[in-house]
């Protein structure tokens, strides 16, 4: 698996469809979880049956963890969610890749 992440417009998508024209590629995975979170679903049940799932894919996500604190308790679990899905993933990922102003940093 390969995991991409950075803000938002920082040239992510771009990125993996340059790099990685091999794979699929599962962008937004930040506005998923957001929408297990509404749902009431077990975000890391479903976070563990996703990542078993794609191996071998592609994984694009922002990173919503930077930046101010959110007041409202679901945008702060949904931070917080974000944060624990990366981390599980950077452990299972091949490669691990921040994008900042377009420029791709390997982390792993």
Do not use: S
């Given at each position: 698996m390969v995991l991409i992440f950075g803000g938002a417009y920082q040239g992510k998508?771009?990125?993996?469809?340059?790099?990685?024209?091999?794979?699929?590629?599962?962008?937004?995975?930040?506005?998923?979880?957001f929408e297990l979170i509404k749902?009431?679903?077990?975000?890391?049940?479903?976070?563990?049956?996703?990542?078993?799932?794609n191996k071998n894919n592609v994984i694009i996500l922002n990173d919503i963890s930077c930046g101010v604190v959110p007041i409202c308790p679901d945008l702060r679990r949904w931070r917080e969610e974000v944060g624990r899905f990366?981390?599980?993933?950077?452990k299972q990922s091949?490669?691990?890749?921040?994008?900042?102003?377009?420029?791709?940093m390997r982390i792993k």
């Open positions: 998508m771009d990125y993996a469809q340059k790099h990685f024209k091999d794979r699929k590629i599962i962008n937004n995975i930040d506005k998923w979880i749902e009431g679903k077990d975000v890391l049940q479903e976070i563990e049956i996703f990542l078993t799932d990366m981390g599980v993933a950077a091949d490669e691990v890749i921040r994008l900042f102003c377009g420029i791709p």
